[in-house]
T-cell receptor, first 113, second 112 residues
């Protein structure tokens, strides 16, 4: 069975600092997609960053970047220059090319001024 | 461009009743997926529809059903509600396979 594990239930970081959220997953498939979603108190899930498993280059999106280690089945999210608006739940998810997202349990990130 | 719209935003129902939730995808998106979010179980996939056909289904009892209309709007129905069905129900739409899923703000269902 495919699973996603986020081992950090809560994290905190000071404004302008850098924080890394961890994610590991388990699948025997070779072709899949990985995502980080953000869910602020408004509840709406927002895509932060996306990585295709066949691409070796790590995805980046402004202050957000990933460290994708396919052999280790690891997909961590680095947030640089943290901002107060980054405070949210962050979910790691993957998709086996089926339009079915499998989510981790989430990491609650608090950014302090 | 309007986002994914879910109605209603909040709902309170009594055990044993049934409920219908609605999701209007982004214009041009033909895939609609439904997820249940609870503190205990996290985010779980319910089902996915594409062009009025259910393509994928999660591990939920038959009390949970859905459908998609020709305009891509989707509804999900839960019959014989149980207390454990209390959750945030999220809908997501995609233009095509493996593209970004855009989520609605969800419907908060409380079963009393």
């Amino acid at each position: 069975a495919q699973t996603v594990t986020q081992s950090q239930p809560e994290m905190s970081v000071q404004e302008a600092e850098t924080v890394t959220l961890s994610c590991t997953y388990d699948t025997s498939e070779n072709n899949y997609y990985l995502f980080w979603y953000k869910q602020p108190p408004s509840r709406q899930m927002i895509l932060v960053i996306r990585q295709e498993a066949y691409k070796q280059q790590n995805a980046t999106e402004n202050r957000f970047s990933v460290n994708f280690q396919k052999a280790a089945k690891s997909f961590s999210l680095k947030i640089s220059d943290s901002q107060l608006g980054d405070t949210a739940m962050y979910f790691c998810a993957f998709d086996l090319n089926t339009d079915k997202l499998i989510f981790g349990t989430g990491t609650r990130l608090q950014v302090f001024p | 461009k309007a986002g994914v719209t879910q109605t209603p935003r909040y709902l309170i129902k009594t055990r044993g009743q049934q409920v219908t939730l609605s999701c209007s995808p982004i214009s041009g998106h033909r895939s609609v997926s439904w997820y249940q979010q609870t503190p205990g179980q996290g985010l779980q996939f319910l089902f996915e529809y594409f062009s009025e056909t259910q393509r994928n289904k999660g591990n939920f009892p038959g009390r949970f059903s859905g459908r998609q209309f020709s305009n891509s709007r989707s509804e999900m129905n839960v019959s014989t509600l149980e207390l454990g069905d209390s959750a945030l129900y999220l809908c997501a739409s995609r233009k095509e396979l493996n593209t970004e899923a855009f989520f609605g703000q969800g419907t908060r269902l409380t079963v009393v």
